[in-house]
């Protein structure tokens, strides 16, 4: 299976690691911000429902509307003086607790790294916003159309409140990490609703839940965690439209164009897997004296990485695309050399 970025790959003790190195192209890759993305529209002149499950998830998302601005207690503190997740749930603090760091240290390492993984899902965000606003003009069907237009403002209220809580609780936003930027910029310029909807509504919405579930159980603070259970009950939304698309898509799809899909979902997946983290540990671990190779060995060494790496994963996009035939006889072996998918909640 062709893999995505292969120019930035390394090994590293035996597993194939994406490094961007030169500071000049990650920079290049941030300031690109016209994307090509050539695209149709399509009218259609059926206004009445035609997908009923569809025509429901639309009044649903209607119903579960809320506002960033007055729904939230944004008077709640948000302090480097506290514990803002667990640290053993976060990479750095479980580093600095290694390397006997003080408390205070670890406290600051958990905070930075949860205020870069909020960045990058804020970039995320701002991508399904754009992504969205292309399948109103792409989906067949009035039914696609109008949950997708109701898709459009959960993830400007998502940007909204992720950006908010960053800039006035947290006091930083990072730029987006090259791997990232490089494989938003591929859902966006894709070809097709289908290839759309299978990127963002299946694979980014449901590694995105992944994420904030984990973050939300392991966070200690309580505007935070308010802030991802809210965003989370709008991403099921989401990957429910992904799944209700994508099932029927599947169903009138080529032997080809499953091929094409099974692989296409295979290289997203294994280029963000195989980036380990290392855009964020580069841009952090320096300050904690944590050398990000070194990290990376360690933890590849635990008995249970497949277990950690592949928690994230399997949450959500790893059964999802199980159900929907995208990982098959054909593929399944791939997904488990790279410690994506594993047997558990199986
Ligand atoms: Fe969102
Ligand atoms: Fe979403």
Known sequence: ??????????????????????????????????????????????????????????????????????????????????????????????????????????????????????????????????LCGQLTNLCPTTDEKWYASNQVYDEARHNEV????????????????????????????????????????????????????????????????EILKRVEQDESRHAAFGVLTMRRCVREASEEKMHQMEDWAFAVLEALNANQQLDMLQTLGPKYDIDPDELLRTAHKLPNWTELNSEAYMHTVVPNLMRLGLITERTEQSWRDVGILTDIRQ
């Open 1 to 130: 299976m062709e893999k995505l970025i292969p120019d930035h790959r390394r090994m590293l003790d035996g597993f194939e690691l994406i490094d961007f190195v030169d500071t000049d192209e990650i920079e290049r890759l941030r300031n690109h911000l016209e994307v090509d993305a050539a695209t149709n529209v399509n009218w259609q002149w059926e206004y009445g429902s035609e997908v009923a499950e569809l025509r429901a998830l639309y009044e649903k998302g209607k119903q579960h509307q809320w506002n960033a601005a007055t729904d939230l207690d944004w008077d709640t503190p948000v302090s480097k003086d506290d514990w803002l997740m667990r640290p053993e749930a976060t990479l750095l603090g479980s580093a600095c607790r290694m390397l006997g760091k003080d408390e205070a240290t670890q406290k600051a390492a958990v905070f930075d790294e949860v205020c870069y993984v909020i960045s990058q899902l804020l970039h995320g965000e701002q991508a399904a916003l754009q």
């Open 162 to 225: 992720f950006a908010r809580f960053l800039s006035s609780k947290m006091g930083t936003i990072y730029p987006i990490g090259a791997t990232l930027k490089t494989l938003l910029d591929e859902l966006l310029s894709v070809k097709g609703y289908h290839m759309k909807c299978l990127g963002m509504q299946t694979i980014f919405e449901g590694i995105a839940v992944g994420i904030m579930d984990f973050m939300r159980s392991n966070t200690l603070n309580p505007l935070f965690r």
